[in-house]
T-cell receptor, first 111, second 115 residues
């Protein structure tokens, strides 16, 4: 069945890079997403990658996809206090289809 | 840009009562909407797919008689939690795919507290 796994907690010093990892099981996943959720708030789509891509960079964010291993990562360069949030890895087969979420990684920023 | 709204944003109700949550697509039509539930410090769990003009499709383990979904129009889906219990307390989020665009738009969520 569909499953998305990610580590639950990550602690990083301000200014360092954060790397959040995710694995998924559905090989038919076409769209892979990273969402951000701040405390008490809704979901914010950070970035996405198509399954036929290996990498996507958007300002401080870099997404790497290893389709063979079904492994997705999100790197946040120069982590700031405002990056403190829960980051959800997610996947869907089609862009209009249901989205399956991982449990979320809580990113904690150390001063 | 496209926006999905939810109403109410917060609701407190007594056990045994029913609560209706609305999800609206504000500037686009959505034949399909999705309802998710998020427990504190947990992931979003897909509850059901709301289909305009037909019955909703529920995920395994979700009681369709407890969580009534009605997709009344191309811009409105409602989720009614019937005979609410404290264990129904949760954060309910809807989403709507716009079509012709990779992104699904998520509502801001509704926090339900059942006392």
């Amino acid at each position: 069945g569909e499953d998305v796994e990610q580590s639950l907690f990550l602690s990083v010093r301000e200014g360092d890079s954060s790397v959040i990892n995710c694995t998924y099981t559905d090989s038919s996943s076409t769209y892979l997403y990273w969402y951000k959720q701040e405390p008490g708030a809704g979901l914010q789509l950070l970035t996405y990658i198509f399954s036929n891509m290996d990498m996507k960079q958007d300002q401080r964010l870099t997404v790497l996809l290893n389709k063979k291993d079904k492994h997705l990562s999100l790197r946040i360069a120069d982590t700031q206090t405002g990056d403190s949030a829960i980051y959800f890895c997610a996947e869907s087969i089609n862009r209009d289809d249901k989205i399956i979420f991982g449990k979320g990684t809580r990113l904690h920023i150390l001063p | 840009g496209a926006v999905v709204s939810q109403h109410p944003s917060r609701v407190i109700c007594k056990s045994g009562t029913s609560v209706k949550i609305e999800c609206r697509s504000l500037d686009f039509q959505a034949t399909t909407m999705f309802w998710y539930r998020q427990f504190p410090k947990k992931s979003l769990m897909l509850m059901a797919t709301s289909n305009e003009g037909s019955k909703a499709t529920y995920e395994q383990g979700v009681e369709k008689d407890k969580f009534l979904i009605n997709h009344a129009s191309l811009t409105l889906s409602t989720l009614t939690v019937t005979s609410a219990h404290p264990e129904d307390s949760s954060f309910y989020i809807c989403s709507a795919p716009r079509g012709g665009n990779y992104e699904q738009y998520f509502g801001p969520g509704t926090r339900l507290t059942v006392t």
